[in-house]
């Protein structure tokens, strides 16, 4: 199971989260957002993975972050098209480092939303669904997700939006059923991403609330 820091800044909090064991670590360009990286911290991980944050962003721009930054994946958290990500992934091949990934969320009230999924198919190579909030992410609220079991698409999604310390046996149910033991009725859910709920202020996530809340993920054997 992928878990997902996003909204980092700070090098110190970075070095910290790292440590934890986490497998993605999230930076948010977007000037939009609380969590904007208006500049490279004096440190950045390394035993993780890096994830860009976007929104509707110029793709020359967004080529230009993935290379300074050395990014694993970008992530569009906007209205981008498949055409625009054929694009990004045409410009961001670079010799140096390998293709890299995409992460397309979406914005998730209820099973109808899924519909927008499907022109992604082939595109992106993971899923994000966040909750539809007034901001286009970082709300901290959660959808509903009994409608996760109506998506039907071969993509992998993580899961977004409002994940809070307590929310350890609530995501165990999601993905485990009785009949028969142990069978995943989400097996496309590969992952959750954490933010605003782990938060001492914005772009600072709370150590100790993470840790407790991966030991607690390990203790139901998410």
Known sequence: MIIKVCGMRDADNIREIEALGIDMMGFIFWSGS???VSKMPVYMPTKVKRVG???NENVEKVRRIAEIY???YVQ???SESPAYIQSLKSSILNPQFSIIKIIKAFNIADAS???QTEPYEGMADLFLFDTKGKMVGGNGQKFDWNVLKFYK???PYILSGGIGPEDSLKLQSLRLTNHPVGSNINPRCIGIDLNSRFE???GIKDIQ?????IQSLNRTSL
Not at 209 to 213: P, S
């Open 113 to 115: 939303d899924f519909a």
């Open 53 to 55: 944050v976007f929104v």
């Open 70 to 72: 050395e990014l694993d």
């Open 200 to 202: 001492i202020a914005a």
């Open 153 to 155: 698409g071969n993509t």
């Open 209 to 213: 609330k993470i840790k407790t809340f």
């Open 76 to 78: 569009l958290h906007g």
């Open 34 to 36: 609380k969590r904007f």
